[in-house]
């Protein structure tokens, strides 16, 4: 028989807190969406520096109403992701742009996009969602993380709404061009 005094028995517990950096981009997302972050609004001086640092030689004159982009990005660096400001050996410009975003997961070696018009992909929280023609007449002119998907309807942290962050609920219609979904155990390749 053992004796209480001498037993080795340690309580653990029952449930684990290991979060997928999928689960941490949700969360960072919302919280920095809810901050809220601005560029220069009502005569106040713009908060989005952490945001525009990542890229060379940031100015908030330069990303002023131009960091959707620089949001999503700023987001994944906090989850853990390990995606450069820009690719190696490839002429895009840089993730402060939603067009390099676009392009780098259509390589060959990542095919992390998915069309809108692919109806066997559904979009799902973490998922990064390309929009054309919601504040400029022409393509990928914005881009948010997926919070929740119900039905026909998506809940996205947004970067630069009106120079603001926000969450905001958007139709997956003709707007939506399509997704992105990275990995959790993404890694660039060399």
């Known amino acids: 028989m053992m004796n209480s005094s001498t037993s080795s028995c340690v309580k653990l517990p029952l449930k684990l807190n290991m979060k997928t950096k999928r689960t941490k981009l949700i969360e960072i997302a919302e919280k920095l969406a809810l901050t809220p972050l601005h560029g220069k609004i009502m005569g106040m001086e713009a908060n989005i520096a952490p945001i525009i640092n990542h890229f060379p030689n940031p100015t908030l004159k330069e990303f002023n109403g131009k960091w959707c982009a620089a949001f999503v990005y700023h987001c994944h660096y906090l989850a853990g992701y390990a995606i450069p400001f820009r690719c190696k050996n490839r002429k895009i410009g840089t993730f402060a742009g939603v067009k390099a975003w676009l392009q780098w997961a259509k390589f060959k070696e990542n095919s992390f996009y998915f069309s809108a018009s692919n109806k066997k992909f559904k979009p799902a929280p973490g998922d ?17 993380i997926i919070l929740k998907v119900k039905n026909h309807i998506i809940r996205v942290a947004e970067g630069n709404v009106n120079n603001l962050s926000t969450i905001i609920e958007r139709k997956t219609d003709s707007h939506v061009r399509g997704y992105i979904r990275i990995p959790d155990d993404y890694k660039e390749k060399n």
């Open 128 to 144: 990064i969602v390309i929009y054309d023609r919601v504040f400029d007449p022409g393509p990928h002119d914005h881009i948010g």
